[in-house]
Structures are given as structure tokens and as C-alpha cells.
């Protein structure tokens, strides 16, 4: 069988962006930052036009990622192709993996996909992304660095004709330390903030934090924005601007409450 992804003609799965500061704190990650479709799979019969929707990626969480890298110093690790090709932020097997349909949105190509083909495309996207991450967090471990861990995400402002009044999410599940501490940050600047609002951190329905955040036993959060607030450059500079404010913040008042990450006397 030949691989999914062809040389020099596919993107490679993973982009890596930032880390100029290597004492900065944060790992981010972003599980839906790109819009690529592997040219064996054409469109996955699907319109140009809908793979632009929220269905496809994360609308606006590039360059919100991107700013907040640059202006943070921190390392930023993207995956590079579409969520309908396979998502991200499911483990392989997950109903939702790759989907059917998203949206009422029919995806053809993933109709009665067979286990073989279901597979190849865990191991040329999904493996990848999740290997990076992995190592670089066994990298900061092994040198004793501290670190939060930092998953970006981004929502559709209605869906199924439902409004969504929140300007941003904060979704956690067994350790939601810090998470709670952004969550006041940020409603202290005014912000309409969903506590596991619009979406609910589960053991199931996410990857990335249960298993590089939870299993870690590092800090951690996962931050939904609202997508009309970060169609274009401008609101994506506010919001990563904003965030590179607010997460130092955020890390100190963790200190004042809980210490330090790995604690500066055992890792001594």
C-alpha cells in the first residue's frame, strides 16, 4: 500500500513555530490549525467552500497560536491537515475520528472507510503530531523545566441555530487548577467566559489533555475562542496578545497557590 502522504508534494503533518525563548513555561499545541488534504484523497468530496468551515479547521486559531508563540517565546506545535481528514483530538477508533458527516456536511470519502485506509491515516497524521508533542515534553521533563501545557482551540459562534454568547471557553477535567485561574483573569477584563462552556473536557472526547496533560500530571488547559472574534489578523493579535498577558499571570498566582511544577526541591 503506498503511503498516504506523498513526498514533496504533502505538507508535512506537523509544524513547528517559535520557541525562541527556551525558558518560557508554556508548551502550545494546536490540534486544528491546518486545512490540508492529502492529494491522494482529493477534496474527500467535499466543496473547497465547506472545508473552509468551521468543520475543517479551527478558524483563526493559526495565527492566534502564532502570536502567541512570538510574543511568548514559547514553542507552538500545529497539526497541518484538515480535521476531516482524521481529528486530532480523538483517539484512533473514536466515532468521531473521522466522521461521515460534520455539521450536515456529508464527508463522501470517509463513507465505509475500511480499517486499512482508517489506519494509514493514524499513522502518516495523527502518530506524528502526538509523537512531537510527546517528545518535546519528555525533552523538558528530563531537563527539569516547568511546563503548561497550553491546547488552543476555536468555536463556531451558532450551531444547530443555537447562539453561543461565551467570547471564550475554558475547558478542563480532573486537574482544573489552572484553568480556573485564567477563567478569572480573564472574566476580570470583562470576558463572557464558558466554564467547560461550549464544549466539556472528557476522558473521551479529547486526546491531547487527557493523555500529554493528565497522564503527565502537568499543568494544564484547554482554551476555546469564539471564531468571529478571530477571523482576521486583528482579532487574532488581540487575543494573542492578550493571552501572552494574562498566562504569566496565571502561572504566578499558580505558584502563590500550589508551588512550583516540577517542586524546585525534589527536582534538585
Not at 71 to 83: C, D, H, M, P, W
Not at 86 to 91: K, M, Q, S, T, Y
Not at 165 to 187: A, S, V, Y
Amino acid at each position: 500500500m503506498p503511503p498516504l502522504l506523498a513526498a514533496g508534494l504533502d505538507p508535512e503533518p506537523v509544524n513547528v513555530v517559535g520557541g525562541t525563548d527556551p525558558t518560557s513555561p508554556f508548551l502550545l499545541v494546536s490540534d486544528h490549525a491546518g486545512r490540508a488534504i492529502p492529494q491522494a484523497l482529493g477534496g474527500l468530496g467535499v466543496s473547497a467552500e465547506e472545508r473552509a468551515r468551521h468543520i475543517g479547521w479551527d478558524i483563526g486559531i493559526d495565527g492566534v497560536g502564532r502570536r502567541l508563540a512570538e510574543k511568548t517565546g514559547a514553542l507552538l506545535i500545529e497539526q497541518a491537515y484538515s480535521r476531516l481528514v482524521i481529528d486530532c483530538n480523538r483517539a484512533p477508533g473514536h466515532p468521531t475520528a473521522i466522521v461521515t458527516a460534520s455539521d450536515g456536511t456529508p464527508v463522501p470519502a470517509n463513507a465505509d472507510l475500511s480499517a486499512q485506509d482508517a489506519a494509514a491515516r493514524t499513522r502518516a497524521i495523527f502518530e506524528p503530531y502526538h509523537i512531537r508533542i510527546g517528545q518535546e515534553l519528555d525533552c523538558r521533563e528530563a531537563e527539569g523545566r516547568e511546563t503548561f501545557l497550553i491546547a488552543l482551540h476555536s468555536f463556531t459562534p451558532t450551531m444547530r441555530g443555537i447562539q453561543r454568547p461565551w467570547h471564550c471557553g475554558i475547558l478542563h477535567n480532573h486537574d482544573p487548577q489552572f484553568g480556573h485561574l485564567l477563567m478569572e483573569l480573564l472574566r476580570e477584563e470583562g470576558l463572557i467566559v464558558g466554564d467547560n462552556e461550549p464544549y466539556e473536557l472528557t476522558d473521551t472526547s479529547d486526546y491531547t489533555i487527557p493523555v500529554h496533560g493528565e497522564r503527565r500530571k502537568i499543568p494544564h488547559v484547554e482554551i476555546e475562542i469564539r471564531q468571529d472574534l478571530i477571523l482576521g489578523r486583528e482579532g487574532q493579535e488581540e487575543w494573542g496578545d492578550r493571552l501572552s498577558r494574562l498566562l504569566p499571570q496565571a502561572v504566578a498566582h499558580y505558584h502563590s497557590r500550589y508551588g512550583r511544577h516540577p517542586d524546585e526541591e525534589a527536582s534538585q
